[in-house]
């Protein structure tokens, strides 16, 4: 597929390529859509196999903003950047100071933040060119995931309640996939009110911190998902979701932190033919894009923790839309994403 045919199917609205020669600086930056205000999305730096696999990444993240954003009521549209090479070897400050010009000179369309592969020092280092940037040591908000995970936890309550017709998690049983940061302090918030956890992970030092700290059940990770529980909770890895792991679920519910959960849309279709209700990835982990959003207003923690506990009344919104209209999950979020979109459009079309 041709680059501007790919651009047009999924309406972008620019790509712009980086290059600095004397810093081996090797970029792309990916707006999808700017009608909520400027893109927001965070830089990535992974050693791709190819350039044409970075721009599939940077197009795919991109489009995922824009839906990520709307859906979590920010006044934001969707954007990306990735950076090719190796985070562990090649960059610099020369080259991170090179790619910050190239986000100045997008003139306030394009706002980064971190992601893989990159740091808060490398974000310094981008804001000696230009403002354009949030989660700098300088007004920065620090570690996200406590954050993160708060917009979980009132997530899967949210799911609960649609399912189970109480959001109280005590006495649940919930089996979560990675004890990573976000999924440590979640199991923290389900220890507290009571739940039963089931804990994998490939780190066998960060599984047995949960057993030792949450009296976690650890399992080895290949049984996490056909173990008996309420609710299935994937916090590691992407594409957990698939045929062999959703013919083996117990579970009534899925509400976790990873991104791209869903193998492919046909598997989020197979877990409604299931029963099995699951809370669409992009929203139910909004909570970070939200805690770095404030930041552009004057960061405010009061009014970042009352919106991310606004996920729950969102979710309900998407189970909602769901049933009513008899669709998958996450075909309602996308759905309530787009309205949002198409009527800043419709109002906008007023004064042009």
């Known amino acids: 597929m041709t680059i501007f045919k790919k651009l047009v199917q999924d309406d972008f609205e620019q ?81 991170y100071r090179a790619f910050g010009r190239y986000v100045e000179s997008l003139n306030g369309r394009y706002i980064t933040a971190e992601d893989v592969g990159t740091t808060e020092q490398d974000m310094d280092y981008i804001h000696m060119e230009t403002e354009y940037v949030t989660g700098t040591s300088d007004g920065g908000v620090g570690d996200p995931s406590p954050v993160t995970s708060l917009g979980i936890y009132y997530g899967m309550k949210a799911a609960a309640k649609h399912v189970f017709g109480s959001d109280d998690l005590s006495g649940k049983t919930i089996a979560v996939q990675g004890v990573g940061q976000v999924a440590y302090h979640l199991c923290e918030y389900l220890h507290k009110e009571g739940a039963n956890l089931i804990v994998t992970d490939i780190n066998e030092a960060a599984v047995g911190r949960a057993v030792n700290d949450f009296q976690a059940k650890a399992v080895a990770p290949d049984d996490i998902y056909g173990v008996a529980c309420d609710i299935y909770s994937p916090c590691a890895l992407g594409g957990t979701l698939n045929d062999e792991t959703i013919d083996v679920l117990q579970a009534k519910v899925v509400a976790g932190s990873a991104n791209n959960q869903l193998l492919t849309n046909e598997h989020g279709d197979k877990l409604q033919e299931k029963g099995i209700v699951y809370a669409p990835d992009y ?18 923690r009061d009014r970042v923790m009352n919106k991310v506990k606004g996920i729950y009344d969102i979710l309900l919104e998407v189970f909602t839309i769901a049933e009513k209209e008899n669709i998958p999950t996450y075909v309602a979020a996308d759905r309530m994403a787009e309205k949002r979109i198409q009527a800043m459009k419709d109002s906008l079309g007023q004064y042009l």
């Not at 390529?17 to 909520?36: E, R």
């Not at 929203?283 to 405010?300: C, K, R």
């Open 15 to 95: 790509v712009v390529f980086c290059q600095d020669k004397a810093s081996g600086l090797k970029g792309i930056i990916a707006i999808h859509d700017t009608t909520l205000g400027p893109a927001l999305g965070g830089t990535r730096m992974w050693n791709y196999d190819s350039d044409e696999e970075a721009l599939e990444d940077a197009l795919r993240l991109a489009k995922g903003m824009t839906y990520k954003n709307a859906a979590a009521g920010l006044n934001l549209g969707g954007g990306k950047a990735v950076i090719i090479g190796d985070a562990s070897k090649d960059k610099s400050e020369a080259m």
């Open 283 to 300: 929203v139910i982990n909004s909570g970070g894009v939200i805690n770095v959003a404030d930041e552009l207003a004057g960061y405010n």
